[in-house]
């Protein structure tokens, strides 16, 4: 039960640190990857917005799939939540390069 609750203050963290990009009134855009620049941006609140949306996203089903820890720690089922986190985290990466990415990036002329 105290993995889950864990588990569950560190989506609950996350979740609200996607509110906070998504109500953002800075003109800065917020980044994805740890400690990386972000990329020209053309529309920063958009941006924003959607990175704020894929944040609460993930992190919601990240919550989700804690469910397993529920029991007990030692249960097989814990597979689950480490299978899931990983095809979350690469569904976030791919929607994050192919949408958000490719939708808000600046054309910058030469």
């Not at 609200?16 to 980044?31: D, Q, T």
């Not at 704020?52 to 689950?80: D, E, H, M, S």
Request: glycine residues 8%.
């Amino acid at each position: 039960m105290l993995a889950f609750i864990i588990w569950l203050t560190v989506g609950i963290a996350m979740v609200a640190l996607g509110i906070y990009a998504i109500l953002a009134k800075k003109e800065v855009a917020f980044g994805f990857w740890a400690n990386a620049k972000v990329f020209p941006v053309k529309d920063v609140k958009r941006y924003n917005h959607a990175v704020g949306k894929l944040w609460c996203v993930f992190r919601i089903v990240f919550a989700l799939l804690g469910i397993p820890l529920l029991p007990g720690q030692n249960t097989g089922y814990i597979i689950i939540s480490i299978l899931g986190c990983m095809a979350e985290a690469i569904a976030a990466m791919v929607v994050y390069v192919t949408v958000i990415e490719k939708s808000t990036v600046k054309i910058l002329s030469k």
